[in-house]
């Protein structure tokens, strides 16, 4: 009886183990695959395209980069689990205070450079994953920040944001649409909330605030810019719902658009990992967005003839006819510097690989703001197809001769007369115009004081009476 009663025991206490650890098991399959979703919905927000140190190939999400904008740098954050330089010490809550609203764990409000008044409609289903995945699939990475924010007055002042943020940061959490197909509701929030396209492609107003009237619509970003978007034909009325998808995927449309700069990066680190289902529901929320029309470049009525190119000698593949860049003609430097790969009639190659400029949204977009970066930067992305890589010309060209170059290339392959100056380009490498708020600073701040002033003298002045 005895010897029974301790089998039964030894059984139980062995079936209790065993039931302990397959509910372990479970458990730990449970919050690897939290993990895996959080990491995935990391790259469709690309939090890495910024929260990266400043050199090429750092630690992941350990940051020092500085994202340029017209107030000035502003460094992003350290958002490992480090417990002294990263989000160690925050809570779910803090973290989705920090990710929703632009306000950190002591506190601080976040200026807008970190996509909050997008990313305020991220569930709080995706926020728990993504708090998982940033505890628990990231290392701490104990990195002190390289650089701090330093803003001028009074953008210095954090809490300037305070009231930015009572006027545009909206509180209405995400919700799915009834009236909107399963795949739609999906590629709304892609768009809108996770992949904040709205933060590039939509113009600012004068307190640098989203239009929404005027969503996806086109906006100047740096030197670049970010096209219109819209089902219009001054967007992207022709493009399919699978060319939206290549493009995003790969970076590049034969005969049509290839991503450099900004766009370049966020294909090279969140676009292309994502999976065809939801670069699918992007794709088709963008294609039915209201249609907004924006101006186009105009056509000249006869092509402007810049030079004739055909007595320029050609040395196409020669690397040393690349050499000489004393010349400001435009034709001489398109012969010397592009030809090689885009072809001498700026036909591309027929594989697509060197893009044709004809048909070209960078060369025949409202702006020449992209083709001018695109020789000032080159391009350097990877895309799910294919790595692809065009030299950037900033050292070996001034602004003037970029200028020309620009004009030409315009002018040969989209009949478009710019007539850039050196100055232009120069604006552009730093930057762009500087938006209302930034140049008239000194003027608002002057007139708010005199406002005040003005005041407090009428009010004396009736006191006294
Ligand atoms: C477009 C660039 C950009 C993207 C994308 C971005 N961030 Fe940020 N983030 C920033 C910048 C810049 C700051 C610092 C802003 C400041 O100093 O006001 C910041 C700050 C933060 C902070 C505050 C940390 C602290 O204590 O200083 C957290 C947390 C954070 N980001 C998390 C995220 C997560 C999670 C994602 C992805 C879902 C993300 N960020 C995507 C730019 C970005
Ligand atoms: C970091 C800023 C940024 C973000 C975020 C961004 N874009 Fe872009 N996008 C750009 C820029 C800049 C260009 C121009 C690139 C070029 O011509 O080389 C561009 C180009 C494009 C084009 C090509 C348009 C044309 O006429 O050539 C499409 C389509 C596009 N973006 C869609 C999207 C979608 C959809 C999203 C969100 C899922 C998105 N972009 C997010 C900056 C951005
Ligand atoms: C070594 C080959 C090479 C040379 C030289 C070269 N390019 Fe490119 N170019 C490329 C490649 C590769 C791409 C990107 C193709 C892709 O995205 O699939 C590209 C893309 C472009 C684009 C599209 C960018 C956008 O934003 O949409 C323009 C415009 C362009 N090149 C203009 C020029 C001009 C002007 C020159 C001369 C200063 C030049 N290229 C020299 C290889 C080259």
Redo the contacts with the bound molecule.
């Keep these: 009886m005895k010897i029974h009663f301790k089998f039964l025991a030894i059984v139980a206490v062995m079936a209790g183990l065993l039931a302990s650890f397959s509910l372990q098991a479970e458990d730990a399959e449970a919050n690897k695959a939290l993990i895996e979703r959080g990491k995935y919905i990391a790259i469709a927000a690309?939090c890495g395209?910024c929260h990266r140190q400043a050199v090429e190939n750092g630690v992941p999400f350990a940051g020092g980069y500085a994202i340029q904008s017209p107030m000035g740098r502003i460094i992003a954050s350290n958002i490992t689990p480090s417990q002294q330089f990263g989000m160690g010490n925050y809570s779910e809550a803090q973290f989705a205070d920090a990710v929703r609203k632009g306000v950190t764990q002591d506190g601080r409000n976040l200026y807008p450079a970190m996509?909050y008044t997008a990313y305020h409609g991220i569930t709080d289903d995706d926020i728990h994953a993504l708090y998982v995945y940033f505890m628990q699939g990231v290392k701490a990475a104990d990195i002190a920040p390289t650089a701090v924010t330093r803003l001028g007055f009074p953008f210095n002042i954090r809490q300037v944001m305070w009231g930015w943020n009572l006027l545009y940061r909206s509180e209405k959490p995400f919700e799915q649409q009834t009236n909107l197909s399963e795949q739609l509701n999906r590629g709304r929030y892609?768009?809108d909330v996770?992949?904040?396209?709205?933060?590039?492609?939509t113009p600012r107003n004068m307190l640098m605030a989203e239009k929404t009237s005027l969503n996806?619509s086109g906006s100047p970003?740096g030197g670049?810019?970010?096209?219109?978007?819209t089902p219009d034909s001054s967007?992207?009325a022709g493009?399919s719902q699978s060319d939206?998808v290549t493009?995003?995927k790969t970076g590049h449309?034969a005969g049509?658009?290839?991503?450099?700069?900004?766009?370049?990066?966020?294909v090279e680190n969140?676009?292309r990992f994502m999976t065809d289902e939801d670069l699918n529901a992007?794709?088709a929320w963008?294609k039915q967005v209201p249609a907004v029309a924006t101006p186009v470049a105009t056509k000249s009525a006869q092509p402007r003839l810049l030079t004739d190119i055909n007595n320029v000698i050609i040395g196409q593949g020669d690397p040393s006819s690349l050499a000489d860049y004393s010349q400001t003609n435009g034709a001489m430097l398109y012969e010397s510097a592009c030809a090689s790969c885009h072809g001498h009639q700026g036909q591309g190659t027929s594989d697509n690989f060197y893009p044709s400029l004809i048909n070209n949204?960078?060369v025949s977009?409202p702006g020449p703001q992209?083709l001018v970066?695109?020789i000032v930067e080159g391009?350097h992305r990877k895309g799910s197809d294919s790595d692809v890589s065009m030299p950037a010309f900033a050292q070996q060209m001034n602004n003037g001769q970029i200028a020309s170059l620009s004009n030409y290339v315009r002018s040969q392959f989209a009949n478009i007369d710019d007539r850039l100056s050196a100055e232009d380009v120069q604006t552009l490498r730093h930057g762009g115009e500087p938006p209302f708020i930034v140049r008239y600073l000194y003027w608002l701040i002057g007139a708010s004081i005199v406002i005040v002033l003005l005041i407090l003298f009428g009010l004396m002045r009736l006191r006294k009476r």
Excluded at 194 to 201: A, E, K
Excluded at 256 to 266: D, F, H, I, L, Y
């Design positions: 690309d395209a996509p892609l768009v996770l992949g904040h396209c709205s933060t590039c492609h996806l970003l670049w810019y970010a096209p219109n978007i967007g992207i493009w939206l493009y995003l449309l049509k658009a290839q991503a450099a700069g900004p766009m370049a990066e966020a969140s676009f992007m794709a963008i949204s960078a977009g992209n970066m695109t391009i």
